[in-house]
């Protein structure tokens, strides 16, 4: 608070003036004594700020309680952030070590170290080459190298105290006792405070600048070659043994494409008027991007439970403490911007680019790696680097070459980004709605999340502060009325600037103030699309473009979320937490819902008549009828539904909507169906594709959706385990998918080949094997007596081949969707406690 110190020593004019009146008057008798005298107010006391959280640990010895509820949960105490990350370390290396281990090789530019050039062997593929050509070019090991010890002394503590545990569960633990995916590898090591940093900077950049990586190890000048060099000391005949082939295409800015639904329900919502939060997170069930459920507490200042990504030390993502509850869902904006560079046409080495009119240098930038080439040996790669005052130089053959007259550069937004320790940190600690939106305020560390919250009072809150690129307005009027700037991002798929003009830079993320924001007593929500219909009766707009779309046609998932908002409360017009877990649990399906009577009639019309398709004629019939059966959910004993979710994959390529969308019905158009011939040749390629499966048309849903856990060694358990749960395609809520793509680790697993690239039918598995969707989901209630919660994360705590937490939540879904209790307070966690470890540094 700033204070007013110039305070005069003489008089004010105002006092001057009543005692020159006052002496003026002469002899005066009156002595005021009728005048009741004030009794001043005394000031109000101002409570003393309170007492920082303590960060390091004070006496050279880490101490950590832990205990383990039902379904292998922890809750972890410690008396300050470093012994609370120590305990946390510890127990989340017990359930997923290698995924961290993995983590930290790809971050820290060692792939190529440890596995050789190629994902597939003598492929010439080069993808682990450029994995960490890649990150050495985004110096990311060496942003945290110069900037740990900067950083703030609580993000000290925990990556220091998180990066002590791992170590600790690695040393006490015999290899044989270990995940046998990776025990006893080189490559799971001890790691420290850098290493964690590095790996948290890397994921920074998952929407963003690592999915150039391919791009950047093709950039170079016209004229020189792209490919590294073995360096002196390698043998020729070594060095003339390695192939690059890398197949480089257009990057993608979600390609694990990373989803979730959230709500905060407030209290004009909700029974009891107190705040409620939905998280539904929808993100890959293998690899970098699970979940992990624990409870953190440092007495007297942090008590926090919910679920974090691997490798948060000891800061919940998605959760609840005493007074406020969040979730997070992926947002649209972008967070990086590609620039188009004029080169300098007198510079023949093209190194040189225009920014207004003055010469800008690009530099290089020399780099090494070690290279597996055969097993106990290793070479070293070199290769060069191009960077320019807005980033990383990048290539793709085709579209973004580097020629004699321009090139390109990448600028991302979360390059570093250093604040997600200490935000997320904040909204932990956040003891009124005030308190978290200050996080926001404070920090800018939620990289790529929309976030969604509510506290106990009944306040709700939502804003997009993902690290946005914050445009000049230059940049902003010529991105939104362009029309060449406008077709390049819709081809792209991404923003593209012109670098020669400087008014298109920008100068890092845009600020909570301008970032798309609600806050009420009612509700927001958001399914993954824009920020534009948060809240159906307030619709939010901001100028920057990047933050994503309005007036345009939502998704049928937020269709279905806002159909349940709007309309499906209870008979009082709110919710209890019951009917919220039951929205987000029934499995229904927003398409169904609109056309599955349309779809009925045009069977009803086609009959036994054979449609034919490209010249093949194909009876309806028997799907039809199973269509006619089904009760129009996705959970296991639905007759049918993997028919209408094979219609659904079709009619999404050419949809026959009746009527089209409206800006004045925003989520209900568009709708119907169209029965025309096109709808009829749908319906027949759904069946081909369910013929081609092997799989009856009125088989139950669980003999059809699955999931099924790989062995260490990558095979499938050949255990399959029925699975309710809808898909995107269909317009669900509580979705599954089935991934074919890397899950951005290289611990081995399985998968099954789809019959084509429309559909995740496999003949091979003849079904559908689940691997993505719901992970972690909660629902959590604020009452009188504190926050209540019930959750799951549908594939269980722990990786672990083994463990008794290896698949036990995974069963309890599988038998019947459903969340079960978070214990938060003292009695329930002892009630609960199903084993519990004293943990301290100097045993």
């Known amino acids: 608070m700033r204070k007013n110190n110039n305070f005069a020593p003489i008089p004010s004019v105002l006092a001057l003036s009543i005692t020159a009146l006052l002496s003026g008057c002469g002899d005066n008798d009156n002595d005021f004594s009728n005048v009741t005298p004030v009794t001043p107010e005394p000031p109000p006391t101002v409570a003393p700020p309170p007492a920082p959280i303590p960060a390091f640990d004070t006496d050279g010895t880490l101490t950590a309680d832990i205990r383990w509820t039902t379904y292998g949960v922890p809750h972890v105490t410690g008396d300050n952030l470093e012994s609370m990350a120590y305990g946390v370390g510890y127990a989340f290396a017990r359930d997923n070590m290698c995924v961290l281990a993995d983590q930290i090789v790809k971050y820290n530019s060692q792939r190529a170290k440890y596995f050789g050039p190629d994902?597939?062997?003598?492929?010439?593929?080069?993808?682990?080459?450029?994995?960490?050509?890649?990150?050495?070019?985004?110096?990311?090991?060496?942003?945290?190298?110069?900037?740990?010890?900067?950083?703030?002394?609580?993000?000290?503590?925990m990556f220091q105290g998180y990066t002590a545990g791992y170590n600790r569960y690695l040393s006490d633990t015999p290899v044989e006792e270990q995940d046998p995916s990776c025990a006893g590898q080189p490559w799971v090591r001890d790691i420290d405070s850098v290493d964690l940093l590095t790996y948290?900077?890397?994921?920074?950049?998952?929407?963003?600048?690592?999915?150039?990586?391919?791009?950047?190890?093709?950039?170079?000048?016209?004229?020189?070659?792209?490919?590294?060099?073995?360096?002196?000391?390698?043998?020729?005949?070594?060095?003339?043994?390695?192939?690059?082939?890398?197949?480089?295409?257009?990057?993608?800015?979600?390609?694990?494409?990373?989803?979730?639904?959230?709500?905060?329900?407030?209290?004009?919502?909700?029974?009891?008027?107190?705040?409620?939060?939905?998280?539904?997170?929808?993100?890959?069930?293998?690899?970098?991007?699970?979940?992990?459920?624990?409870?953190a507490q440092v007495p007297d200042y942090m008590n926090v439970t919910g679920s974090s990504l691997v490798g948060l030390p000891g800061a919940v993502n998605i959760g609840f403490n005493e007074n406020v509850a969040w979730t997070h869902t992926f947002s649209t904006a972008e967070?990086?911007?590609?620039?188009?560079?004029?080169?300098?046409?007198?510079?023949?080495?093209?190194?040189?680019?225009?920014?207004?009119?003055?010469?800008?240098?690009?530099?290089?930038?020399?780099?090494?790696?070690?290279?597996a080439v055969a097993p106990g040996q290793t070479i070293k790669l070199n290769k060069t680097a191009y960077y320019t005052n807005y980033g990383p130089m990048i290539e793709?053959?085709?579209?973004?070459?580097?020629?004699?007259?321009?090139?390109?550069?990448?600028?991302?937004?979360?390059?570093?980004?250093?604040?997600?320790?200490?935000?997320?940190?904040?909204?932990?600690?956040?003891?009124?709605?005030?308190?978290?939106?200050?996080?926001?305020?404070?920090?800018?560390?939620?990289?790529?999340?929309?976030?969604?919250?509510?506290?106990?009072?009944?306040?709700?809150?939502?804003?997009?502060?993902?690290?946005?690129?914050?445009?000049?307005?230059?940049?902003?009027?010529?991105?939104?009325?362009n029309p060449l700037l406008i077709q390049i991002k819709a081809a792209a798929g991404f923003t593209v600037l012109p670098g020669n003009i400087s008014q298109f830079d920008f100068d890092g993320p845009v600020p909570y103030e301008e970032a798309p924001k609600y806050e009420g007593t009612d509700s927001v929500q958001n399914s993954n699309d824009s920020y534009w219909l948060t809240n159906l009766s307030s619709p939010i707009r901001v100028a920057n473009p990047m933050y994503g779309n309005v007036d345009y046609q939502q998704t049928l998932r937020s269709r279905m979320g806002q159909k349940f908002i709007e309309t499906e409360a209870g008979s009082d017009g709110t919710f209890t937490p019951?009917?919220?877990?039951?929205?987000?649990?029934?499995?229904?399906?927003?398409?169904?819902?609109?056309?599955?009577?349309?779809?009925?009639?045009?069977?009803?019309?086609?009959?036994?008549?054979?449609?034919?398709?490209?010249?093949?004629?194909?009876?309806?019939?028997?799907?039809?009828?199973?269509?006619?059966?089904?009760?129009?959910?996705?959970?296991?004993?639905?007759?049918?539904?993997?028919v209408f979710r094979e219609f659904a994959f079709q009619f999404n390529q050419a949809p026959q909507w009746e009527v089209p969308f409206s800006l004045e019905e925003p989520v209900t158009t568009p709708s119907g169906l169209v029965q025309n011939t096109a709808t009829l040749e749908q319906m027949a390629r759904a069946v081909q594709v369910?013929?081609?499966?092997?799989?009856?048309?009125?088989?139950?849903?669980?003999?059809?959706?699955?999931?099924?856990?790989?062995?260490?060694?990558?095979?499938?358990?050949?255990?399959?385990?029925?699975?309710?749960?809808?898909?995107?395609?269909?317009?669900?809520?509580?979705?599954?998918?089935?991934?074919?793509?890397?899950?951005?680790?290289?611990?081995?697993?399985?998968s099954y080949n789809t019959i084509n690239n429309n559909t995740i039918m496999s003949a091979e598995a003849q079904g559908y094997h689940i691997n993505y969707g719901t992970s972690w989901a909660m629902v959590i209630n604020f009452t009188d007596e504190g926050p209540k919660g019930r959750g799951i994360l549908t594939y269980s705590q722990s990786r672990k081949f083994g463990s008794e937490h290896y698949t036990d939540q995974t069963r309890l879904y599988s038998q019947q969707p459903t969340l079960r209790d978070i214990y938060f307070t003292e009695q329930e966690i002892d009630d609960n406690t199903i084993e519990q470890v004293s943990l301290s540094s100097q045993q």
């Open 119 to 157: 994902l597939v062997p003598g492929s010439g593929d080069s993808a682990h080459v450029i994995n960490d050509f890649g990150y050495l070019t985004l110096g990311i090991r060496e942003i945290a190298e110069n900037n740990l010890a900067k950083m703030s002394v609580n993000s000290r503590a």
């Open 200 to 295: 948290s900077l890397g994921v920074a950049l998952l929407p963003g600048a690592s999915n150039f990586l391919g791009p950047m190890f093709l950039a170079a000048p016209e004229g020189q070659s792209y490919l590294p060099t073995a360096a002196e000391s390698v043998p020729d005949a070594v060095a003339s043994s390695l192939k690059f082939n890398p197949a480089v295409t257009m990057p993608e800015r979600n390609p694990q494409e990373m989803g979730s639904n959230g709500w905060g329900l407030g209290s004009d919502k909700t029974t009891n008027g107190k705040g409620m939060v939905l998280g539904n997170p929808h993100f890959p069930h293998t690899g970098n991007l699970r979940f992990w459920n624990f409870h």
């Open 335 to 371: 967070h990086f911007v590609v620039y188009q560079l004029t080169l300098d046409e007198d510079d023949a080495s093209g190194l040189t680019h225009m920014v207004d009119g003055n010469r800008r240098t690009i530099y290089e930038k020399p780099m090494q790696i070690d290279v």
């Open 396 to 481: 793709v053959p085709g579209n973004f070459e580097w020629d004699s007259t321009n090139a390109f550069a990448i600028k991302d937004a979360n390059l570093p980004n250093l604040d997600i320790v200490d935000h997320w940190l904040a909204m932990n600690m956040a003891t009124s709605m005030d308190e978290f939106k200050q996080a926001f305020k404070d920090y800018d560390g939620v990289i790529f999340n929309n976030t969604m919250a509510a506290s106990s009072d009944g306040q709700v809150f939502y804003i997009d502060d993902s690290t946005v690129p914050n445009l000049t307005e230059t940049a902003i009027e010529q991105l939104t009325t």
């Open 578 to 642: 019951e009917e919220v877990e039951s929205l987000l649990l029934n499995n229904r399906s927003y398409l169904a819902e609109d056309i599955l009577p349309d779809l009925l009639q045009a069977c009803t019309a086609q009959g036994d008549t054979p449609v034919n398709v490209d010249g093949t004629d194909v009876s309806i019939a028997q799907a039809c009828d199973a269509l006619a059966d089904w009760d129009g959910t996705m959970n296991t004993s639905s007759t049918g539904a993997h």
């Open 690 to 750: 369910i013929e081609q499966a092997g799989v009856d048309f009125d088989a139950p849903f669980g003999e059809v959706q699955f999931v099924e856990r790989s062995l260490p060694n990558g095979t499938a358990s050949g255990e399959k385990l029925p699975w309710g749960g809808a898909h995107n395609i269909e317009g669900g809520f509580n979705v599954f998918d089935s991934i074919r793509s890397r899950d951005e680790t290289l611990l081995p697993r399985h």
